[in-house]
């Protein structure tokens, strides 16, 4: 069974930074972060194709930064200016096959455990 495996959470205080890893056998063309603070919806946050095509939400967009290596079979999420509304779990996820990199979590089938984030002020 493909599995999924994050890391790099902690606590960390307002405007600090954060970078989350996720690797495992269910590592594949299309990945993507997302979190889930308590009481909201599940949120996507960025999406990677193999190519490197991403897709960034506009809640995130110029703090965090989606990548990739293809080589080592990783994923990565780089966030800098952490705020107190950041704190939620983060969670990686994997889909085979995707036209363009997508934020809908329908479309992911393999998902991480997830690692915690709590951003103080």
């Known amino acids: 069974q493909a599995q999924l495996v994050e890391s790099g959470g902690g606590s960390v205080q307002s405007g600090e930074s954060l970078r989350l890893s996720c690797a495992g056998s269910?590592?594949?063309?299309?990945m993507a972060w997302f979190r889930r603070a308590p009481g909201k919806e599940r949120e996507g946050l960025a999406a990677?194709?193999?190519?490197?095509?991403?897709n960034d939400a506009d809640s995130v967009k110029g703090r965090f930064t989606i990548s990739r290596d293809n080589a080592k079979a990783a994923l990565y999420l780089q966030m800098n200016s952490l705020r107190p509304e950041d704190t939620a779990m983060y969670y990686c996820?994997?889909?085979?096959?995707?036209?363009?990199?997508?934020?809908?979590?329908?479309?992911?089938?393999?998902w991480g455990q997830g690692t915690q984030v709590t951003v103080s002020s």
């Open positions: 269910g590592f594949t063309k299309c």
């Open positions: 990677i194709t193999t190519l490197g095509h991403t």
């Open positions: 996820a994997a889909a085979p096959a995707c036209w363009t990199p997508i934020l809908e979590s329908s479309g992911y089938g393999v």
